[in-house]
């Protein structure tokens, strides 16, 4: 069985026309585990180390559509500054995954659609996340 970071590289080496080395580390990402006190996984590590320099060459529906965002896309400052204006979570559905918060900056974006939507890692879930 082929790991799905694999097969994303596969189809994106295909879209791009030509395969993109790996990049060898990550220094927002180590950035991020030093400003946040929060571990980011070697999966996710992974995918931007293989992903990451498809996504800064072109734009990508990867997930359902959504764009990929590379890692320094900027949006998380963006969302920072639109969150404050947020209505508090009422409910997460299922109960303890997330915490019910609108935005938290260890949120690491992965897509988005345009049109205020975005898929996210989340590096502090709640208790049963």
């Known amino acids: 069985m082929t790991d799905p970071i694999s097969v994303l590289r596969d189809w994106l080496t295909i879209a ?11 220094p927002a990402l180590d950035e991020l585990e030093d400003t946040l006190n929060v571990p980011v996984p070697d999966d996710l590590r992974r995918y931007f180390r293989v992903i990451g320099p498809y996504l800064t060459r072109a734009e990508h529906g990867l997930f ?3 764009s990929a965002l590379p890692l320094d896309s900027g949006w ?6 639109a969150s404050a204006d947020w209505p ?5 559905e299922p109960p303890g995954t997330l915490r019910p918060v609108p935005f938290d900056p ?24």
């Open 88 to 92: 508090p979570v009422e409910a997460v």
């Open 16 to 26: 791009v026309g030509e395969a993109l080395p790996e990049q060898p580390t990550s």
């Open 76 to 81: 998380s400052g963006e969302l920072v500054q």
């Open 64 to 66: 359902y559509g959504m």
């Open 106 to 129: 260890a949120w690491v974006l992965l897509a988005h659609d345009h049109g205020g939507a975005y898929l996210a890692a989340d590096l502090r879930p709640g208790p049963a996340g």
